[in-house]
């Protein structure tokens, strides 16, 4: 799903059913949908390795994913939550290291 709903300035539908067990790769999927803000914190997404930039510029997105939490990535969040809606997690911490998703339930 790579770059899946980039630059969709205004794409919010209701994709919370969506089935994503699959999915391997989400990185830059809400890059810059600047009207994105729906609760996917349902989806499976125990396949997924990649999340750099996922909601980069999703500016309106804010929703709780710790639900996502534990999950292990191959890549890291690096500007996951960017200019999003969330507060951006530090560079460095105990909230991180290097494989979990933990930092979700912290900082969105």
């Not at 790579?2 to 994709?15: C, G, K, L, S, V």
């Not at 999927?29 to 994105?36: I, N």
């Not at 989806?43 to 909601?55: H, L």
């Not at 994913?65 to 999950?71: G, I, R």
């Amino acid at each position: 799903m790579p770059q899946m709903f980039a630059a969709a300035t205004i794409f919010n539908q209701n994709i919370a059913g969506w089935n994503v067990a699959k999915v391997t790769r989400m990185d830059y999927c809400f890059w810059k949908a600047s009207a994105f803000n729906v609760d996917i914190s349902g989806w499976a997404i125990n396949s997924v390795a990649d999340i750099n930039g996922m909601f980069y510029e999703a500016t309106l997105f804010n929703q709780n994913l710790c639900a996502w939490a534990h999950h292990p990535l191959s890549t890291g969040p690096a500007l996951a939550f960017h200019r999003t809606g969330c507060p951006s997690p530090p560079a460095a911490g105990p909230w991180w290291d290097g494989t979990k998703w933990d930092y979700l339930c912290a900082y969105c």
